[in-house]
């Protein structure tokens, strides 16, 4: 897949903006985050898709390589 989208990874204060490929949308991780953020978020978000994890643990499932 080509393209990208803007995550927005926030944990209590913490918040870091990420602009991620496409490809992750099949990546178990990220799918799992995005479960989370369904729960907690809803799907009436608007602008950058809001995650709820630090930012640290979506750039370490961002770093990993996928199989």
Sequence with gaps: MEGHFVVLAT?????????VKLDYLS?????RL???AREEFGFRQ????AV???PQELQKILDDPKA
Excluded: I, M, T
């Excluded at 990546?27 to 799918?31: E, H, Q, R, S, V």
């Excluded at 608007?46 to 898709?49: C, E, N, P, S």
């Design 11 to 19: 944990k209590g204060e913490e918040s870091k903006r990420f602009v």
């Design 46 to 49: 608007k602008g950058a898709l």
């Design 34 to 36: 995005l479960d989370q």
């Design 52 to 54: 709820p994890c630090r």
């Design 27 to 31: 990546d178990p991780a990220f799918l």
